[in-house]
């Protein structure tokens, strides 16, 4: 199957539009219950060590009151932790607060072995972007193994390969039927910078392979890396599709 990741001087206009995914990161700001909260929490997050309100209100410029509210905010999310400080005298010991660290990535060891193969690829193959495909694809057959989809289905499929992206870092964000799916961060955005058609086929390649796990082989699938601001887009399927031989009718999946 050809494949269909643009050409490097059509990936590198969108780039220097600034078009594209932002570096997965384990921040945990975009999870916080207002964009204030969140920039309290970035604040916690730099600090590192446990702060009082007083050191988060200098930080930020806001009044402690105001900070404090954000911070309980934070607490109630169970994105920042309170103790109380060790007394030194009379009055109330004061609070301490703290980041709550982001759990690791699923695959961490993804992102260093997958740069490695595409650097080595890109500096030896002939033909780079077939090779790194290929590559991909056995990779999602083995990711893909232990991630069955519970249902038959060309959505189930479709809703697990967002599933597994989501495991790799991708951050993905899909419709209902995860016919198009915006990928928002990306685990290899630096090395897919440097070498995106590389890179970019190695992700589709993922995806085909899991869909060829799981029986879903015929389901198209196109990647539009640098798509827009924020995002790549990832395309699977057809809303009518269905696998070969099931029952389930896709619609209902």
Do not use: K
Request: charged share 20%.
């Amino acid at each position: 199957m050809n494949n269909p990741i643009p050409a490097t001087a059509a990936l590198d206009e969108r780039m220097a539009a600034g078009l594209g995914p932002r570096p997965t990161t384990t921040s945990r700001v975009r999870e916080a219950p207002s964009r204030a909260a969140g920039a309290v929490l970035e604040v916690l997050e730099r600090l590192e060590a446990p702060v009082s309100v007083a050191e988060v209100a200098e930080s930020t410029g806001q009044h402690s009151n105001t900070v404090r509210e954000h911070l309980d905010a934070l607490v109630t999310a169970q994105l920042a932790t309170r103790e109380a400080r060790a007394a030194t005298g009379r009055g109330r010991p004061a609070w301490l607060y703290a980041a709550v660290p982001a759990p690791e990535p699923g695959a961490p060891e993804y992102a260093g072995l997958a740069t490695a193969l595409a650097m080595q690829l890109a500096a030896t193959s002939p033909d780079p972007r077939r090779e790194a495909a290929a590559a991909g694809e056995l990779w999602g057959r083995r990711l893909a193994d232990d991630r069955r989809p519970e249902r038959r289905s060309a959505v189930a499929a479709r809703r697990a390969v967002v599933g597994l992206l989501g495991h790799l870092g991708f951050e993905p964000a899909t419709d209902s039927r995860a016919t198009t799916t915006r990928l928002t961060t990306c685990p290899l955005l630096e090395a897919a910078v440097d070498q995106p058609d590389v890179v970019c086929s190695v992700h589709l390649g993922i995806v085909r392979g899991a869909l060829d796990t799981w029986g879903a082989d015929d389901e198209p699938a196109a990647l539009v890396p640098f798509a827009e601001p924020g995002a790549c887009l990832l395309h699977l399927g057809h809303p009518a599709t269905r696998l070969a031989g099931s029952s389930a009718d896709a619609a209902g999946s």
